[in-house]
């Protein structure tokens, strides 16, 4: 019989369950293997002296992981139904193949970037990402923080789906994605060979993003492969050692719902009291760089007008 990559047959909704079953639970099963290499993390850390671990930092980490860990479950399967959906839409389904996820891995992450940088660059999505670089120190445990609320970001990954990969393929690629960021959050790892720093989102490279000097806000969104940095210009190298945290860190370090949640409450009250559509539009999905700025310039104006008594 000759080979047919595309033309799949639809997968009947009632055999969801069956396919749910057939996914499997990777990111559940490494949980084991990141805590046992995290645990040795810090003990070494603790052994050497090194501050690379802040007890309400790691409290909160590990308190945030575990919520997202419920969250992921409780939309798993939503999240199929849509896929099923889409697939089930498309004359060019494809046949269930190991090796499609070659192109599926790339794909996906290349549309990982942009959803990335889009995070960045707009204060609505930021408010989904910010969780993860509250951190002021780089470790392991920085890996679990991830937004309870990050899930609205599939809207970046149907098209995607709408390539036709197999669910299960599409699946599997989104956990393996999400464990190649786990051993990139560590100190311990400096630089490794010139190739594989050019192509792939390394812990050095990795670093660079989470840091909060003007130098390197903004740059290496790569997921695994770094070279769409270089493609569409943010990359930006290793240089001066990093200071971790976002510009304006938080005081509440341990609680996960104010770590989740704290930037999507002020957004929300920074509309509200904005005057006019275009202000509020701005203080929903503007740079949070320039609102930050525009925050700043306004409270200089606010103490300046009481001095003079305005």
Known sequence: MPFSLFGADKIPF??????????????????????????????????????FYEKKETIGSILVGLGNLVVSAAIKL???????????????RMELQWWTLIPCYVIYDF???WAHRVSHEQRFWWATHVVHHSSEHYNLTVSYRLSWIQHLKIVFFLPVAF??????IFFVTNQLGVL???????????????????IFATP??????????EQYIDKNFGA??????????????EDEPVIYGITTNIPNKANPFFINFHELSDMVADARNAKGL????FYIFGSPIKIAEEKKRMSVQETADERVGV
């Open 278 to 281: 275009r202000q509020k539009l």
């Open 14 to 51: 009632d055999s969801i369950h069956t396919i749910e079953k057939n996914i499997p639970n990777i990111i559940l099963w490494a949980v084991p293997v990141m805590l046992f290499f995290t645990a040795i993390e810090m003990a070494v850390a603790y052994y050497q002296e090194h501050d």
């Open 111 to 113: 549309f990982s970037y």
């Open 78 to 92: 939503g999240l199929l139904y849509l896929c099923i959906w889409i697939y089930n839409l498309l004359p060019w």
């Open 180 to 198: 190649f960021q786990f051993w990139v959050h560590t100190e311990y790892i400096r630089r490794l060979p010139a190739w594989f720093e050019y």
């Open 224 to 237: 695994t492969f770094i070279f769409w940095d270089r493609i569409f210009g943010t990359f930006e190298p």
């Open 204 to 213: 050095s490279n990795h670093r660079v993003h989470h840091g909060s000097q």
């Open 163 to 168: 390539m036709g990969f197999h669910p299960i």
